[in-house]
């Protein structure tokens, strides 16, 4: 039931980001959020420049709608610590994009938030998802898949936390940054979660 509701989630989340895709991308090219793309990129991205940006914010909405309204349909009355959390990870690392790209449109500074102004704020999302994992009692071992092993990590399984929301949320800014455009590689990755 689990898998069916997850399919059913993930196939609303892409339906609603279909529909408010038409409403989002022609404000924010009104707004003039225009992605600009770097000089030292190649020729063949330079055509993609003024392409709106903060499209991130389509997914945001899709996610966090669909995600709330099926705890809401499929467990209800049963509201989740993590599932909170994971929120919290998706709304603090969209707020630190948003930022990054509002200060590069609207105030016109092509780099956005410096790099030590995203890691620290990265770091401290880590931090306060593991935080409060520890204060939930969290179990703190890692399993490999299909088998009976376990591997303890006590105050190791933080560092993985960090590792894993700061290295994944900079590798997709990474991959971003190459031509100032997350669809194409955010599809390919949605697509293998899916």
């Not at 408010?20 to 225009?34: C, E, N, V």
């Not at 990870?89 to 030590?116: E, H, Q």
């Not at 890691?119 to 999302?125: E, T, V």
């Amino acid at each position: 039931m689990n898998d069916y509701i997850l399919l059913i989630t993930m196939a609303l989340s892409f339906a609603l980001t279909v529909v408010i895709s038409p409403i989002i991308i022609p404000y924010l090219r009104r707004l003039k959020f225009g992605q600009a793309i770097r000089e030292e990129g190649p020729e063949s991205h330079q055509k993609k420049s003024g392409t709106p940006t903060m499209g991130g914010v389509m997914i945001i909405i899709s996610v966090l709608v669909t995600t709330l309204c099926a705890s809401y349909w499929f467990t209800p009355g049963s509201s989740s610590v993590h599932l909170f959390l994971v929120l919290f990870v998706l709304l603090g690392y969209g707020l630190l994009g948003f930022l990054d790209d509002y200060i590069k449109v609207a105030l016109k500074r092509n780099l956005g938030l410096t790099s030590k102004q995203k890691m620290a704020g990265q770091i401290i999302i880590a931090l306060v998802v593991y935080i409060i994992l520890e204060r939930t009692g969290f179990p703190t071992f890692i399993t490999l898949p299909g088998t009976s092993f376990e591997l303890e990590l006590g105050w190791g399984y933080g560092l993985l936390i960090l590792f894993m929301l700061v290295g994944g949320s900079n590798a997709v800014n990474l991959t971003d940054g190459l031509d100032g455009l997350l669809a194409g590689t955010a599809a390919i990755a949605f697509g293998a979660f899916a």
